[in-house]
C-alpha cells in the first residue's frame, strides 16, 4: 500500500544521509519534500502539518545537527513521529472478564464487515477460543448468506432469524445462546448503508445500548482514502468506536487513510485485513508499520509468521538434514509450502529489510504449484537421491506432471544450487544472495 510513499521518502531521506553536516536550512528543505510525499499520499491537511511540526521541532535540536550522523537522525525522529502518527502502541483489544466478549462491527455497505467478522472468528479460534457469528444485518437477505456460508468453512455457528426484523433480538438471542453453549466470542456483523442515515445510526445504537459489547469496530476499505477517515469520524460521533479495522491493506491504494484515521478519530487501529484469505487478519503494530514504509522491513511480523507454520521440532529436523547435508526434494517441497501459507511472496520480501523495493513485485503463483508437481511425480527415491534423475525418468517426471523436460531441469537446478548455498551456511559463510 504505501509503496509510492516510500519511495518518496527514501530519496529525500538519501539526500541527508549524503551530507557530512546539516543545516537548519537542508532539513527545512527535506521537510518540505516530505509534506508534499505526505499530500501526495491523500494524507489529511491537517494531519500533515501537525507532523511535519512535530518533526522540525525534533530534528533542528542542536544534538541532531551537530551529530555525528545527523541525517540519520532525523530517520529516526520521523520514525518515532510516524509511530506516534498511528497510535504509539498496539491498540490493545478488551476481552470481557466474564464471557462472552462480544464484537460489534459497525461500517457503510461493502467495507468488508461480513468477510471481517470471519477472520475475527478465525483469529480466534486459533487461539483456542469458542466464537459464534451473528447475522444482524436484516435488510439483505444476501449478507445473512453470505455470513452462514463463511461460518460452514470455518466451522462456527452463525446465530440468524429471517422471521425477524428486530436485529436488538438477534443480537440479545445470541448472546443467550452463547451463554448456554459455552461459546466466548459473540460478533455482530451489523447492517451498513451506501450512505450514512439517520435510521442507520439509531439502529446501530439500540444494538449498542441493549448489549454492551466489549469492542464496537468500524470497519473501512483502506482503498477509499479520506472518505474512510471522515465516515469513521461520523459514525464515531454518532455511536461511539472503541477501534478501526481497515481492510485490503494489502491494495495498492495511497495509504492516507492508515495514517490519518487514528490522529482524526482519536481512535485506534486495531486489525488490518492484508489479503483475501479468510485467515489474513492481523493485529495492528504502528512501529511495525512505520518501520516498513521507512523502508527499514518488518521483521518482527515475518518471524511471527514463520513460527506460525514452522515448530520447535521441525525446525531442528531440518537443521539436521542442513548439517548432514541430506536436504531432499521432499523437504524443499514442504518448505514451499510453508512459505505459500505464510501469504503472497511479494508480501513476504517486502518485510525483509532493504528488500522493500522488491515489494509489489508480481511472483506467479503458479510455479510454485509446477514445482510441487514436478516433486510429486519422482519417486521416493528420486526424491532422495538427485543423482537417479536421468533422461529417461525426467521424461516420465515431466509427463506425470503437466510440465516438460525444461521445467523439470529448472527445478533440479534450483534444488542443487539450494543445496550449495546451504552447504555454505554449514560452513558459517553467508552466500551473496543479491545480484548486486
Wanted: proline share 4%; aromatic share 4%.
Amino acid at each position: 500500500m504505501f509503496e509510492s510513499l516510500s519511495e518518496k521518502l527514501e530519496t529525500v531521506f538519501k539526500k541527508l544521509k549524503g551530507r557530512g553536516l546539516l543545516k537548519e536550512e537542508d532539513v527545512d528543505v527535506a521537510l518540505k519534500e516530505v509534506r508534499v510525499a505526505l499530500l501526495e499520499a491523500d494524507v489529511n491537511f491537517k494531519v500533515v502539518k501537525d507532523f511535519v511540526k512535530g518533526v522540525r521541532e525534533k530534528a533542528v535540536g542542536e544534538e541532531v545537527l551537530g551529530s555525528l550522523t545527523p541525517g540519520q537522525q532525523v530517520v529516526k525522529i520521523v520514525h518515532a513521529q510516524l509511530c506516534d502518527l498511528l497510535g504509539g502502541t498496539t491498540g490493545k483489544v478488551h476481552l470481557a472478564p466474564n464471557p462472552p466478549t462480544v464484537f460489534m462491527l459497525v461500517g457503510l455497505q461493502g467495507s468488508g464487515k461480513t468477510t471481517t467478522a470471519a477472520k475475527i472468528a478465525v483469529l480466534y479460534k486459533k487461539e483456542g477460543r469458542r466464537p459464534m457469528l451473528v447475522a444482524a444485518d436484516l435488510q439483505r437477505p444476501a449478507a445473512i448468506d453470505q455470513l452462514i456460508t463463511l461460518g460452514s468453512q470455518i466451522d462456527v455457528p452463525v446465530h440468524s432469524a429471517r422471521d425477524t426484523k428486530d436485529p436488538v433480538k438477534v443480537c440479545n438471542d445470541a448472546i443467550a445462546i452463547a451463554k448456554r453453549e459455552g461459546r466466548d466470542i459473540v460478533i455482530f456483523d451489523t447492517a451498513g448503508r451506501l450512505h450514512i442515515d439517520e435510521p442507520l445510526m439509531e439502529q446501530l445504537k439500540a444494538i449498542r445500548e441493549a448489549t454492551h459489547p466489549s469492542e464496537t469496530l468500524f470497519v473501512a476499505d483502506a482503498m477509499t482514502g479520506q472518505d474512510a477517515v471522515n465516515i469513521a469520524s461520523k459514525f464515531n460521533e454518532s455511536i461511539g468506536i472503541d477501534g478501526v479495522v481497515l481492510t485490503k491493506m494489502d491494495g495498492d491504494a495511497r495509504g492516507g487513510a492508515a495514517l490519518s484515521i487514528r490522529h482524526v478519530t482519536g481512535k485506534p487501529i486495531k486489525f488490518i485485513g492484508v489479503g483475501e484469505k479468510i485467515d489474513m487478519l492481523e493485529l495492528f503494530h504502528p512501529d511495525r508499520v512505520a518501520s516498513s514504509i521507512l523502508g527499514m522491513g518488518d521483521v518482527l511480523t515475518l518471524i511471527e509468521k514463520a513460527q506460525k507454520e514452522v515448530d520447535e521440532e521441525e525446525a531442528l529436523a531440518l537443521q539436521k538434514k542442513i548439517v548432514s547435508e541430506s536436504f531432499s526434494f521432499e523437504d524443499l517441497r514442504d518448505q514451499l509450502r510453508k512459505l505459500r501459507n505464510m501469504g503472497p511472496l511479494e508480501n513476504i520480501l517486502g518485510m525483509i529489510p532493504g528488500m522493500n523495493k522488491l515489494k509489489g513485485v508480481k511472483v506467479d503463483e503458479k510455479e510454485f504449484v509446477k514445482v510441487e508437481a514436478i516433486i510429486n511425480s519422482m519417486t521416493p527415491a528420486e526424491r532422495n537421491n538427485v543423482n537417479l534423475l536421468k533422461g529417461s525418468r525426467k521424461k516420465r517426471i515431466a509427463l506425470g506432471s503437466g510440465t516438460n523436460a525444461a521445467d523439470v531441469n529448472r527445478v533440479i537446478k534450483q534444488y542443487l544450487q539450494m543445496k550449495k548455498m546451504l552447504k555454505m551456511f554449514k560452513k558459517g559463510k553467508m552466500p551473496n544472495l543479491m545480484p548486486f
